[in-house]
Nanobody, 119 residues
Framework: QVRLVESGGGLVQAGGSLKLSCAAS????????IGWYRQAPGNERELVAV???????NYADSVKGRFTISRDNAKNTVYLQMNSLKPEDTAVYYC?????????????WGQGTLVTVSS
């Protein structure tokens, strides 16, 4: 089994910064892609940023130039540096894992961490 532990959410003023982290732990797993989604009240969950094998990254248009995703492969940890935060970035941010766990493909979600940006 793989466990995703998120941290780093909180309350910040518009224009401020936060850094989220998500650590994957467990046995016999391999990451194909790991990243972040978010869900604001009344909205569907949406992609924020994802890091795939080979160093490929993909960002939502709304966060390009403000958010940066990075990985520490030795720690199986993914980070999301969020700068120039806007009130519309307020949401629950979820870590997302895609890969194999004991040779089976799995998609897993973290418990979510709340980011609140005040105007």
């Amino acid at each position: 089994q793989v466990r995703l532990v998120e941290s780093g959410g909180g309350l910040v003023q518009a224009g401020g910064s936060l850094k989220l982290s998500c650590a994957a732990s467990g046995s016999f797993f391999s990451i194909s892609a790991i990243g972040w989604y978010r869900q604001a009240p009344g909205n569907e969950r949406e992609l924020v940023a994802v890091s795939s094998r080979g160093g490929l990254t993909n960002y939502a248009d709304s966060v390009k130039g403000r958010f940066t995703i990075s990985r520490d492969n030795a720690k199986n940890t993914v980070y999301l540096q969020m700068n120039s935060l806007k009130p519309e970035d307020t949401a629950v941010y979820y870590c997302n894992f895609k890969g194999t766990v004991v040779a089976e493909y799995r998609e897993l979600w973290g418990q979510g961490t709340l980011v609140t940006v005040s105007s």
